[in-house]
């Protein structure tokens, strides 16, 4: 890797595992194995695992890993998103307008399975939540904005 700093580092997000210029003008194919993935715990109220394997001024690409019985804090994204489940059953409930009860059981659910896609708008308030009785893994796209 280029980066001389640790992963997890949060100043990193944007230009991991180099910015996309650099690679764009190098033309260079990357490597990048799971344990050089850059890996953080997002959230402020709920944690959950998000590991990145590129994030860069075009596109966000991770996996999101959510513990049985934990969801993540309501987020906003400035591009669109893309999620793919890989085990287990996610359920992503979507807030109308700018409605900041997060506890609210109006908000509109969906199931989402193993093997299954999702797509969230760029702006659309949103959160993860595992109801199932497993990890929930899933793999993400965000562009162009986190």
Known sequence: MENKKEPGSLDLLGRFPISGAEARKNKRLI?????KMLKLIHGKDNHILVSFFVSNDFVHFGKIQIPVGIYSDPEVHGGDEVLFVLKGKLTVQVY???DEEDT????ESYEILAEEQFFIPEGAKHRYLNFSGEVVEAVFGIAPEL
């Open 104 to 107: 609210s059981v109006l908000h």
């Open 96 to 98: 109308e307008g700018n």
């Open 31 to 35: 490597h990048i194995p799971q344990d």
